[in-house]
Every structure is written in structure tokens, then in C-alpha cells.
């Protein structure tokens, strides 16, 4: 009978295959750091969120059985490519020194997670090990050092994106997780597919000196090396799938063949090769899964009106010039804001904007501490009795020893002010210099910061006219804990106070922006985001914008919110649903490292 696969020569078995060009070698790297782009350009002010997908895609690709080694670097590079655009920000006014060094000190964690992702990606089901491992290094990343940073989560990507409801189910780290496995499993989904159509095209008739029965005609399949006729002429990465058939003579005597074979054809049965189903079953749910799951969420997304609803000013006052010298004009800054708010009650008065509830001001709107400063204090009130309504001030405060706190003040109307919160998590470098004489001999800036912040203890919620209004100033808005807090302590609105004017035109005030959306679904709550020099804004519990400024304009939004007192899963839970993925990653871990032990002891043997 005719055959499909014609002998070599037993010499052609022995043939070195040419050396790779050398342009190869930089692929995955070059892959990485792509993947890393690919992220940063998914973050706002772009609504490209579904980036992250092929992101996560290619940083499969370029970790999938890549040794430990390989994976933390091909991570850092990913993590530079992610974060150096990302945190640009960080040195607007203070050069790169800072952006360049936070954004190396970052992007090891993501180097730790290309090192983790590496290990588990030869397991079975090695996508929901791989999103666990990412969800592992973000948990690490937003607690250490100096009380973690949060900022670049995955999660605050996705303000726009279809899996945006599963943050109401776990939060942060479930919506994160959910984005991660997404695009690992389509790589998966990917690879089989390739994996199955060259199956379906190595297919042969091998003829009957190749079983030594004679007269028995069967296919085969496999992938085929050296100068072996057929289709599969690609070298087998896949071990699982293929199995390695030594060079054997045929019952004439005469060399048969080398090459790859199945299990089942290295046996020397008859059957075509048929591959697993279980990695394609794994790729397809790790797909599925989180669609499945944002699509079951959307009832959890909720903005009506459970308590009512409240109108809310905010007010934007604007800074007289850009940059970290607005320090210097902080009565500048303070009258900007008394002058908004006094238009607004004269707005009123005519009927051009309706009375609202209460104010709000943002983070620094008096650096002039009003309890040492009778003057700042008079213009202060003077403002708040012209509204006529409940105002919270941002204001520095100053005791004469000890450290300054960065505090939000409830004003009455008519009892001046009755309330407080100091910021909880003040920002490392920015409202406090840790190891202060090690970090001037790199940059001089530091001493700007010439006394540090402390940080607060209570958690922030104040009562407004009968609502009640929980608090997280600015940089707190990345934290978890440091949102859910306030909900769990009976707020039906979230008040988010900031100061962005250090940072220019820069993206940062609409990456912080995308993250209070996101807090406005994982907490079923309307946030409002009175900013000094914008993007202030005023969010539904369902994360839509519905009335926003623009940067370094003096503007004051009225809108009207639903008040909720529900509480969604991811508040109910609190940090259980990212235990569990770290327990997953950990898992896969401490999996990979078992097997590399068995299969050592095995070689050894």
C-alpha cells in the first residue's frame, strides 16, 4: 500500500537543527512589555478597558512555561511597561527622580507576579491560578510599604467596562480577578484551538512495516520532526499532549522513522490522536465564568432611592496657578472657594439654582488653619451662613507641637464648626517624608514637606442635615478598607475631598476620578468629588457621571442623589472574597512546587 510517511535516512535522525535567528530572543520580552502598554492605555481618561483582555492575553503568552527566573524578569518588564506611563504623573512638578524610582519599586511586585504566574502556568486550569497569583501581588502591593499603593489596581481600569458589577460582588479584588482570568483564558482558548487544528491537519496513513503486523493500514497523528514527509513539521511544545517515539526499523529491516507521536501511537496502537478535553473545557470557562458573572451581577447595581434623595453642592474654587506653589497663595485658595459659595447663595436667592442640603469643599480649601486664624475662620462662616446649610471644610490644621493634620470640618450655619475627621492614611513622600535623611540625598524636594502629617484614627462619617455623608480623602479613595468603612458605619453617601492641583493637566485627577466610580458600585453609594482645581464630579450608586467640571475652572455642581442604606456583598464581606484568591494563588503555588519536587526525586531516581 502507499504511505504518507516516507523512511529516512537513519543518519537524517542525528541532523542539528539550525540555531534560532537572534532576533527571537526578544520576542517575549518585547511581548511583556507590551502587555504592560496595553494596560496603562486601558486606564482613563481612554475608555479602552477592554485592553486589559489582550494585555492579560499576551502576558500569558509570554509567561506560559517560562522558568521562574524568566518570569520575574519578563514581569518587571511588563510592570515598567505598565506603570512608567501610568504614575507619569508622579513627577510633575518634582522631576523624574521620584516617578522613575516609584515606578521601578512598583513594578518589582509585578515582577513578583510574573515569577508566581511562570510557576503555576504548567498546571491544569493554570488560568485561575495565574488571575489568583495577580490578585495576590495587588493585595501585597496596596499594604506594603509605607501602607501599600493601591494605585494602578486593575480594577480601576474597568469604570467603564461590562465587568464593572462584579465589583458590587467582592469588590476590587474579585473585579480585578475577573479581568485577569478573562484574558489568560483567551489565550488558553487560543493555544487549544491551534493545538486541535494541527491535529486535525497532521493526520497520515502509516503503513504496515511501522507496526511489524503487516497488512494493517491505520492513521496517525502527531507532530512530525526531521525530514519526515507530512503537515506536522512544528517541533511539540505540549508534553502533555505528545509523546516522543524513538527511532525503530521497520520488520524489513529497513530505518522507519523519527519524530513525535501520540501516547497512544508510541504504544504502537492504532487510533488517530485525540487531545484532552479538560484543558479546552478550562479555557473556555475561564472565559465564561467571569462574563457569566458580571451578567448575574447587574442586579446588584442599584441606584433608586432608598432613603430619599439629597441635593448636594459641590464646590470647586480653583488654585491661582498650577504646581506645588499654590502652597504659597493658600488665601487665594480659601477666598476662591468663599467667593463660590457666596454666587451660589445668591444663585438661590434668584432662583437660578435650587437650595441644596448641605456643601461640600475639597481637601486643602483652607490650608489657613481656621481655629489659629480668626480671619480665615470669619470668612469661612461668613460663606456658610450665606448658604445657609451645613458646609465640610478641607483645612490644615496646625497645634502648636506635633505633627499637622489634614482635616475635614463639619460647619453649622449657625454653631460653627461641630465635627472632624483627619485624613486616616496620609501619603507617603507627599504628606509625610519617610526616612527623610536618606531620601534628600536624592532629591531636595523633600524638605518642602518641612513637617509631617499624622495620621487620624477615626473613621469619617459626618451628619448633613439628616444625612448621613461618609468621608475618605483623596488619596484614601484606593484603599479598600479605607472607603468600606464609612459605609459599614452607616453612610448613604460617599464624600470624596481633593487637592490635585500639585499634579497639572496630568491624568491623575481621572484615574482617581474612575476609582470613586468604582466605589460607587462595589458600595451601592452616589459619590460626590469636590476637587480644588477639577475634575469634580457627582457619581450614581451605578458609577454614571452626571454632572462633572472642568480642570483648573471655578465651578460649583448642584445635583440631587439617591440616598441607600443596603449593603451590597463586597461590603458585607469586607476582605473574605480577596483572602480567597490569595488562597487560590497560594495554592497553585505550593501545587507547582510539589510537582517540581516529585519530578526531581523521580530524575534522581
Known sequence: MS????????????????????????????????????LYLSFPPRPLWWLALPAFALLGWSLR???????????????????????????????????LALAAVEALFVALAGLGIAAVSRLPWWPFFAAGVWILSEAVRARVPFGGFPWGKIAFGQADGMFLPLAAVGGTPVLGFAVALCGFGLY??????????????????VRDEDTGTGGDTRTGTGAVAGNEVGTGAERATDTETVGVVPARTSATGTPARTGTATGSEAAGGARPRTLPRGPLVAAALAVLVPVAGALAALPLVDDSAEDGTA???????????????????????????????RELAEDVKAGRAPQPDFVLWPENSSDIDPYANADAAEVIDGAVRAIGVPTVIGAVIAPETGKLRNTLIEWDPDRGPVATYDKRHVQPFGEYIPMRSLVRVFNSNVDRVSRDFGAG????????????????TCYEAAFDWAVRDTVTHGAQLISVPSNNATFGR????????????????????????????????????????????????????????PLRSSLTPATRMGTLPEALLVALAAAGLGWSAFRSVRARRTAAE
Request: net charge positive.
Open 3 to 38: 504511505a504518507t510517511i516516507t523512511p529516512v535516512d537513519a543518519s537524517a535522525a542525528d541532523t542539528v537543527p539550525a540555531p534560532a535567528p537572534r532576533w527571537r530572543r526578544f520576542v517575549r520580552p518585547g511581548a511583556a512589555l507590551l502587555s504592560g502598554l496595553l
Open 65 to 99: 512555561g517560562r522558568r521562574m527566573r524568566a518570569g520575574f524578569g519578563l514581569g518587571y518588564l511588563a510592570g515598567l511597561g505598565f506603570l512608567l506611563p501610568l504614575l507619569v504623573w508622579t513627577g510633575e512638578e518634582v522631576g523624574p527622580g521620584p516617578w
Open 188 to 205: 488558553e482558548a487560543y493555544r487549544q484551538i491551534q493545538a486541535r487544528r494541527a491535529a486535525g491537519t497532521e493526520t497520515g496513513t
Open 311 to 341: 441635593t448636594v453642592a459641590a464646590v470647586q474654587g480653583n488654585v491661582p496657578r498650577l504646581g506645588l506653589d499654590f502652597n504659597s497663595q493658600r488665601r487665594a485658595v480659601l477666598d476662591n472657594h468663599v467667593a463660590r459659595t
Open 457 to 472: 484614627t477615626k473613621v469619617g462619617v459626618f451628619d448633613l442635615a439628616g444625612t448621613k455623608v461618609g468621608l475618605a
Open 506 to 561: 496630568s491624568e491623575m485627577t481621572y484615574q482617581q476620578l474612575a476609582m470613586s466610580r468604582v466605589r460607587a458600585v462595589e458600595h451601592s453609594r452616589a459619590v460626590v468629588v469636590p476637587v480644588t482645581s477639577g475634575v469634580s464630579a457627582v457619581i450614581r450608586p451605578d458609577g454614571e457621571i452626571v454632572a462633572e467640571t472642568k480642570m483648573f475652572t471655578p465651578d460649583v455642581l448642584v445635583e440631587k442623589v
